[in-house]
């Protein structure tokens, strides 16, 4: 049997400036274990900006979020604009602020943010094609905004801030913690809040465990 | 009953240049769900190059190991050079060519390779004051010259030239594969050869999670 082609879409390799490392790491380490076929992606773009994660302070460097995605997969990462919704049988979205700097500007403009074309476009195509969907920690209030006004329903844990803007978008936010999933059955999303809510990557990867085999049940 | 302390050495963040992301994730993860607490930390100093992973070449770039190391370890990383072995009940080392190119020399120099002297002290000491320490991937080649001459056994999976380096150090090398780990119980090493071995994430991951066990089992 051909093995389940799951897109994993990057913004860049960090927390504060790009995708957050372990959620990546886990959903790719939780794909592979299930037996599925990762398909790292990211957008060919300049980054929003560079955070010494050290200092958390913004620096002057210039960092290209394919490039800095390519450091999570190993190399093996697709210019997400060369991907198309027939590739794949399901698609999930890692959080990290890049969810909300890079491949979108929900981190400054809240539910007036842009999305990024590119992974605008595929995440559509999965939607129409009826392909399950998977978003993490901030990344479901990026795909409320590429699915806004179609009432889909999603998690970004217990941020009221962010819960009201997903629900000004269209959407519907539901409440839940890191340990749990938030599945919305007709629109085929799965959304957990991973580092929205975990204090810790054990307590992040109970709910990235639960979406991936979610996800893989509904391909 | 308090936790184990477990330092987690990083030599940057992408596996060309600095730590293996998934060896260090999944480390980390494996730690945290066993109930430990893992300490990150790094050196504070200049990578020895930075690679573009989308392309496999070196860039113009500067980049510090310890503010890189950061990503990993969600900004919570200490130098290294403030840590001291009566802080910590373990110590595990992922791999990475950061390990080869940041903490010693070893992918340059082979056997005649230098290594830095708070990573080493810090080794020196636990390995003096028989603590546990493990060693992922490449890692144990550099953990070889730390210890060289002491007849400990490792492995870094079935490379003959790093092997060779390592007998020519004055230690044992025995082969394994990604699913292994070689316990040395007198020296309290052990070690595995992840990503040398293994063609995917969940192949690394299983020698990764038994090295883990085996760590907190000998505290």
Same mark, same amino acid.
């Given at each position: 049997m051909a093995k389940k082609r799951v897109g994993v879409v990057l913004s860049g390799c960090g927390v504060y400036d790009g995708t957050e490392i372990h959620e990546a790491t886990l959903t790719l380490y939780f794909l592979d $274990? *299930?037996?599925a076929q990762a398909i790292a992606m990211a957008p060919n773009i300049v980054q929003h900006h560079v955070i010494d994660h050290l200092l958390g302070a913004a620096t002057s460097e210039t #960092?290209? /979020?394919l490039v800095e995605s390519a450091r999570i *997969? $190993?190399?093996q990462v697709r210019d /997400? *604009? !060369?991907v198309k919704a027939n590739e794949l049988d399901a698609i999930i979205i890692p959080g990290g602020f890049g969810a909300a700097k890079n491949l979108s !500007? @929900? *981190?400054f403009d809240g539910p007036e943010a842009k999305t990024n074309p590119d992974v605008? $476009?595929?995440i559509l195509d999965m939607y129409q094609a009826k392909k399950p969907i998977g978003a993490l920690c901030i990344a479901p209030a990026m795909l409320s905004k590429v699915l806004a006004g179609k009432g889909v329903t999603l998690t970004i844990g217990d941020d009221a801030g962010v819960a009201g803007a997903i629900q000004k978008m269209g959407n519907v936010h539901q409440e839940s913690d890191f340990a749990g999933i938030v599945i919305d059955t007709p629109n #085929? @999303? /799965?959304t957990t809040a991973a580092y929205m809510c975990a204090a810790s990557i054990a307590e992040a990867g109970q709910g990235i465990e639960k979406l /991936?085999?979610?996800i893989l049940t509904m391909v």
């Amino acid at each position: 049997m051909a093995k389940k082609r799951v897109g994993v879409v990057l913004s860049g390799c960090g927390v504060y400036d790009g995708t957050e490392i372990h959620e990546a790491t886990l959903t790719l380490y939780f794909l592979d $274990r *299930a037996g599925a076929q990762a398909i790292a992606m990211a957008p060919n773009i300049v980054q929003h900006h560079v955070i010494d994660h050290l200092l958390g302070a913004a620096t002057s460097e210039t #960092r290209n /979020v394919l490039v800095e995605s390519a450091r999570i *997969a $190993r190399g093996q990462v697709r210019d /997400v *604009a !060369t991907v198309k919704a027939n590739e794949l049988d399901a698609i999930i979205i890692p959080g990290g602020f890049g969810a909300a700097k890079n491949l979108s !500007t @929900i *981190a400054f403009d809240g539910p007036e943010a842009k999305t990024n074309p590119d992974v605008s $476009r595929l995440i559509l195509d999965m939607y129409q094609a009826k392909k399950p969907i998977g978003a993490l920690c901030i990344a479901p209030a990026m795909l409320s905004k590429v699915l806004a006004g179609k009432g889909v329903t999603l998690t970004i844990g217990d941020d009221a801030g962010v819960a009201g803007a997903i629900q000004k978008m269209g959407n519907v936010h539901q409440e839940s913690d890191f340990a749990g999933i938030v599945i919305d059955t007709p629109n #085929r @999303i /799965v959304t957990t809040a991973a580092y929205m809510c975990a204090a810790s990557i054990a307590e992040a990867g109970q709910g990235i465990e639960k979406l /991936v085999a979610q996800i893989l049940t509904m391909v």
